[in-house]
Each structure stands twice: as C-alpha cells, then as structure tokens.
C-alpha cells in the first residue's frame, strides 16, 4: 500500500511538473479585445494594439533567444502599435543568469509597427538600473519611453504612467500631458499605458482604454481560476484580463516571462491583441 501511494504521489509530481513547464515555455497564447469607441470618427480604419507586459528577461525561462522568437510571433500580427507595461527584466535570485541591458532590450529593438512602440518601467526596471534601460531603448527610433507623459499616434493619444509599485507614478502629470497632447476640436481615442492595473480607479472617465501588466494574473494560479497572489491591493478586481468600469475598459495582462520563481502553472504567457474600431452602424 505504502509503496503504491509513494508511485501515485511520484507521477503526481511528475504530471504537475510537466504542466508548470509547458505552462512557463510555450509559445505566447493571443488574447483579442474588439473595442469600439466612439471617439474615433466613422470612417476611421480600426486600429490594432499588441500589449505586451513582464518580459522579465533572464534565465532560465526567458532567454533574449526566446523574446527575439515572441517579437517575431508580435511582429507577424502586424499591430499598429505596440505598447510594453514595464518589468523588461528580472533580477530574481532564482535566475540562473541575469542579463545585461543591451542584451534585454536588442530584441525589443527588432519590433516594427506603423505607429511605433511605447514603453512605461516596471519596478523590476527600477530595481535593476532603470537608467541603463533607457539608455538602451532611446538606441532604436522606433521605441518611445513614457514616463509620466504622454504622445500622440495616429488618432490616439497615450500618456504613460510611470511605476505605481515603487512610487514613481504621477497620475495627474500625466492626464494634463494627455491634455496637451489631444487637438482642439478634434476626436481622438485616449489610451493610458501603465505598469500596474491599481491606478484604474483613479482614471478619469474619459481615458477610453487602459493597458496594464504586473499581476501575472497570479502566475501559479489554481486550476479552477483565481490565485492565491496577485500583487494588486484589489485582490482579483483587476488582475486578469478585461474589466469595464464607469465607460473606461482595462486590460491586465498575463504577460510573458516569470518574477520571484521561474515557473508558471495554470497560467500562460499572452499577446493582447486590441483592435479599436469606431461603433458599427
């Protein structure tokens, strides 16, 4: 008897194994999101945006290697923009290597997008040397850092949101940058990008669409959903997914790589795919 529950309890371990590794390493699944708004004239080709959040580069899940092969996955949906919610690198102690920051953002460096690419820092981002971060993505054209700030793209205006986690975020600069950003008179679609999902209901009501990461949507979750962390001080509220609020719609990414352990179970790296298009008729 003891012997056959030692061989039960051995392939249990087996089989979870199995499944945190394939959950940790597959390919990135695509979320979609189809949002229409009314901000954007009709007439207006809809707009595509790739969120990506929690790149956490560094070994052994995630490999510059990996991330050149997820930009590739990013680049073949062809999106518009691509927008990134921070934590570009780990510094876990479990890491089996720790990058250096040429050698995390190179791939990032290969992303292609008509309307560019956006970044916000993480607090990992922080805690690594957020400088040496900054220095290295202001070496591609393509990529813009927000910092409490804000851009104009296309018939979007995107204010960045600076890390909440660490205390680097400023809510108010970066509505007014958003402010001076949007044109008189005219409609434009108001996204905010920022690292954690916790700003959302401090947001005002006429930000359309905000794009967060950090939760992890739990990381190692349990199989009938929910978590038992997600790093938000609204629990579950916002940290998966879609939720809609007072007209605003937030999507919480599940991101790509892993903080704190290698290693994810019952959730997966994901591509947010937002296609913004104005109300159909």
């Known amino acids: 008897m003891l012997r056959r529950a030692g061989l039960l309890a051995l392939v249990m371990v087996i089989a979870v194994g199995a499944k945190a590794w394939h959950d940790t390493m597959r390919a990135p699944v695509v979320e979609r999101l189809v949002l229409e708004s009314a901000a954007l004239p009709q007439g207006t080709p809809p707009v595509t945006v790739a969120l990506l959040a929690d790149i956490h580069v560094s070994g052994p899940d995630m490999p510059p290697s990996r991330l050149a092969r997820i930009v590739s996955q990013v680049n073949a949906l062809r999106p518009d923009l691509v927008a990134i919610a921070g934590d570009l690198i780990s510094e876990?102690?479990?890491?089996?290597?720790?990058?250096?920051?040429?050698?995390?953002?190179?791939?990032?460096?290969?992303?292609?997008?008509?309307?560019?690419?956006?970044?916000?820092?993480?607090?990992?981002?922080?805690?690594?040397?957020?400088?040496?971060?900054?220095?290295?993505?202001?070496?591609?054209?393509?990529?813009?850092?927000?910092?409490?700030?804000?851009?104009?793209?296309?018939?979007?205006?995107?204010?960045?949101?600076?890390?909440?986690?660490?205390?680097?975020?400023?809510?108010?600069?970066?509505?007014?940058?958003?402010?001076?950003?949007?044109?008189?008179?005219?409609?434009?679609?108001?996204?905010?990008?920022?690292?954690?999902?916790?700003?959302?209901?401090?947001?005002?009501?006429?930000?359309?669409?905000?794009?967060?990461?950090?939760?992890?949507?739990?990381?190692?979750?349990?199989?009938?959903?929910?978590?038992?962390?997600?790093?938000?001080?609204?629990?579950?509220?916002?940290?998966?997914?879609?939720?809609?609020?007072h007209g605003k719609t937030l999507v919480t990414s599940a991101g790509l790589g892993t903080s704190l352990l290698p290693v994810r179970l019952f959730t997966h790296p994901e591509i947010w795919l937002i296609e913004i298009r104005p109300p159909q008729r």
């Open 92 to 245: 876990k102690r479990t890491a089996t290597q720790v990058y250096s920051a040429a050698a995390v953002v190179a791939p990032l460096g290969q992303l292609s997008a008509p309307l560019g690419v956006v970044v916000v820092p993480g607090n990992h981002d922080h805690w690594f040397d957020w400088e040496q971060l900054a220095a290295e993505l202001a070496r591609y054209r393509q990529i813009t850092v927000l910092r409490n700030a804000a851009t104009a793209r296309g018939q979007l205006v995107i204010g960045g949101v600076d890390d909440d986690f660490t205390g680097h975020a400023d809510l108010p600069a970066t509505v007014a940058a958003m402010q001076e950003q949007s044109r008189p008179g005219q409609l434009g679609l108001r996204v905010m990008l920022t690292h954690s999902p916790d700003i959302f209901p401090q947001v005002p009501v006429n930000v359309d669409l905000v794009l967060a990461g950090h939760t992890h949507c739990g990381q190692i979750a349990y199989p009938w959903g929910g978590a038992p962390a997600t790093m938000s001080d609204y629990g579950d509220r916002y940290a998966c997914g879609v939720t809609r609020q």
